[in-house]
T-cell receptor, first 113, second 115 residues
Framework: DAKTTQPNSMESNEEEPVHLPCNHSTISGTDYIHWYRQLPSQGPEYVIHGLTSNVNNRMASLAIAEDRKSSTLILHRATLRDAAVYYCILRDIGLNSGYALNFGKGTSLLVTP | DAMVIQNPRYQVTQFGKPVTLSCSQTLNHNVMYWYQQKSSQAPKLLFHYYDKDFNNEADTPDNFQSRRPNTSFCFLDIRSPGLGDAAMYLC??????????????FGPGTRLTVL
């Protein structure tokens, strides 16, 4: 399985944009890039996913590099509620990723007032 | 509005005393999953159901069993909990089984303490 690499932790000020990076240099052409987050004492929560083009939804934006070897999750205005562990996960378009989400270590985002 | 519901949120049991955790969903999804998350670790899949078909992960201990009596409900049974089974147990659902475009929806989890 293609692996992802994320920084262990990042810090942001409230109401500022946050850019969370993810490296996936061995990504295959059929891997989707998913982002989930887990708030303290909660279950993980889906954030966004994409294949090649940049994606936007109400929670965040996903910017995917042209060579797809890296991606960035963008929170446009961080709030205290966005403090969580953010996971970048690759999922094959078919069934080759298996059934489990491979969460890895993720990035712990701290948001300060 | 809760879509994946887990009860109870906190469960305390004694060493060796069987315990059952429950999960229900209002999404009518085909697939239901159980993950175990130990302190400061990432969630780890124990098993999942695709409709009535049970799929066990290779390294899930026999101590862990599951039942899915209908589409909406799924149970996790721990036959003889040990101290090492203390963890957060997460239930999740998805429409499809393992497809790259599918999303998993998680419940809030049940935190299990073993005394």
């Amino acid at each position: 399985d293609a692996k992802t690499t994320q920084p262990n932790s990042m810090e942001s000020n409230e109401e500022e944009p946050v850019h969370l990076p993810c490296n996936h240099s061995t990504i295959s052409g059929t891997d989707y890039i998913h982002w989930y987050r887990q708030l303290p004492s909660q279950g993980p929560e889906y954030v966004i996913h994409g294949l090649t083009s940049n994606v936007n939804n109400r929670m965040a934006s996903l910017a995917i590099a042209e060579d797809r070897k890296s991606s960035t999750l963008i929170l446009h205005r961080a709030t205290l509620r966005d403090a969580a562990v953010y996971y970048c996960i690759l999922r094959d378009i078919g069934l080759n990723s298996g059934y489990a989400l491979n969460f890895g270590k993720g990035t712990s985002l701290l948001v300060t007032p | 509005d809760a879509m994946v519901i887990q009860n109870p949120r906190y469960q305390v049991t004694q060493f060796g005393k069987p315990v059952t955790l429950s999960c229900s969903q209002t999404l009518n999804h085909n697939v239901m999953y159980w993950y175990q998350q130990k302190s400061s670790q990432a969630p780890k899949l124990l098993f999942h159901y695709y409709d009535k078909d049970f799929n066990n992960e290779a390294d899930t201990p026999d101590n862990f069993q599951s039942r899915r009596p209908n589409t909406s409900f799924c149970f996790l049974d721990i036959r003889s909990p040990g101290l090492g089974d203390a963890a957060m147990y997460l239930c999740a659902t998805s429409r499809q089984q393992g497809l790259g475009t599918d999303t998993q929806y998680f419940g809030p989890g049940t935190r299990l303490t073993v005394l």
